[in-house]
């Protein structure tokens, strides 16, 4: 089963940098897509970024341009650089694999990481 670490999470300004890294083991993670996903209090967790295995990025709209994925093979580690960061980036970010159409209620029950904290003050 595959274990994903999460790590890099703080609190950190409005219009501030973060980057986050996640360790992958228990998957083959040279041949998957990888992504980013984040759940705010009392919302769904949603994707946020994803990589392939070739390294084309997708981002949701309210990210695209500020932050940044990518991914280390040879670490089997993908990593999320989060620039001029808003207080609507506020949430727990977790990784996992790319998932296209992403369903919280479908993906649930999957294993996950406990995730890290990301916190913006205005």
Request: hydrophobic residues 35%; charged residues 15%; glycine residues 12%.
């Amino acid at each position: 089963q595959v274990q994903l670490v999460e790590s890099g999470g703080g609190l950190v300004q409005a219009g501030g940098t973060l980057r986050l890294s996640c360790k992958v083991s228990g998957a083959r993670f040279e041949i998957n897509a990888w992504a980013w996903y984040r759940q705010a209090p009392g919302k769904q967790r949603d994707l946020v970024a994803g990589i392939g295995e070739h390294g084309y990025s997708t981002y949701v709209e309210s990210v695209n341009g500020r932050f940044i994925i990518s991914r280390d093979n040879a670490k089997n580690t993908v990593y999320l650089l989060m620039n001029n960061m808003k207080p609507e980036d506020t949430a727990v970010y977790y990784c996992n694999f790319y998932y296209d159409g992403f369903d919280w209620g479908v993906h649930a029950n999957d294993a996950w990481g406990q995730g890290t904290q990301v916190s913006v003050s205005s």
